[in-house]
């Protein structure tokens, strides 16, 4: 319509439709749905090849493109400034998500009545509780291009947990907190024969009182531990249950139950 110069009166009236049902089809929020048969209507009386509007809006883009020297080098240079805009654009959100997964963390220790101690060495957390004594713990908030955790090669620089950030389920609210001691950790990086741990972001969530959360290694294998919270941050002396499956193993208990 702007690049033909004409109004929605205009096109409404060559579509043979009442302006107002125009509107619901072009308004900004929940527009209405067209059929095929509209749709053809549509690109005939605008002049655009058959089944214009049935493309993706990249497609189309991509055929309006100039293709002459000066425009693609214009292109990627605005592309470079949209890129440059969005890198800072996530940067500043993941330092603000990190803040805010790590002051959820430490209240969450407070309340489990874990005393927060000045963390040594390369662990981000020193604990102490009454009956487990001095614990370590490394906090991993796994995000899109930052989803590994590499393990301290040196034992002293281990610590006694592991501790994944996870968002939930669409729809849901919190962040949960996959607790995995070291015995734990160290059997996964043998399990994939690498020396750290990849997190999906795209497969691994929390749900209620569980856990999903899917690993790989060098070797591309895949698992997914289901981890049953059950107070693990007040647990966090004990070993947590754990169960690695892998995710042909899932289906099979799935089909059974």
Not at 60 to 87: H, P
Request: charged content about 30%; hydrophobic content about 40%.
């Amino acid at each position: 319509m702007q690049q033909r110069d004409m109004t929605k009166a205009e096109l409404a009236r060559q579509l043979g439709k009442w302006p107002q049902q125009l509107n619901e089809v072009l308004r900004d929020k929940n527009p209405k749905n067209i059929g095929d048969k509209f749709a053809r209507q549509i690109e005939d009386v605008l002049g655009a090849e058959k089944y214009w509007l049935d493309k993706e809006d990249d497609d189309i883009q991509l055929q309006e493109m100039d293709t002459s020297v000066e425009g693609v080098y214009l292109r990627a240079i605005q592309a470079a400034i949209e890129f440059t805009k969005a890198r800072k654009n996530w940067m500043d959100s993941r330092t603000m998500a990190i803040r805010s997964v790590e002051d959820f963390f430490k209240c969450w220790l407070s309340d489990a009545q874990l005393e927060l101690l000045p963390p040594i060495g390369r662990f981000d957390y020193s604990l102490s509780s009454h009956t487990a004594g001095q614990l370590s713990v490394n906090l991993f908030i796994p995000m899109p291009g930052f989803s590994t955790w590499n393990i301290p090669p040196f034992e002293d620089e281990r610590p006694d947990f592991l501790v994944v950030a996870l968002p939930p389920r669409s729809g849901a609210s919190g962040v949960g907190f996959y607790v995995v001691s070291k015995p734990d950790y160290l059997d996964i990086a043998k399990a994939f024969k690498a020396d750290f741990v990849s997190i999906n972001l795209d497969k691994s969530y929390c749900e209620g009182d569980s856990v999903y959360l899917h690993v790989s290694g060098k070797t591309e294998r895949s698992f997914i531990a289901v981890a049953h919270q059950k107070e693990l941050i007040m647990q966090l002396w004990h070993k947590p249950e754990v169960k690695m499956w892998t995710s042909e193993k899932i289906k099979q208990h799935e089909k059974t139950e």
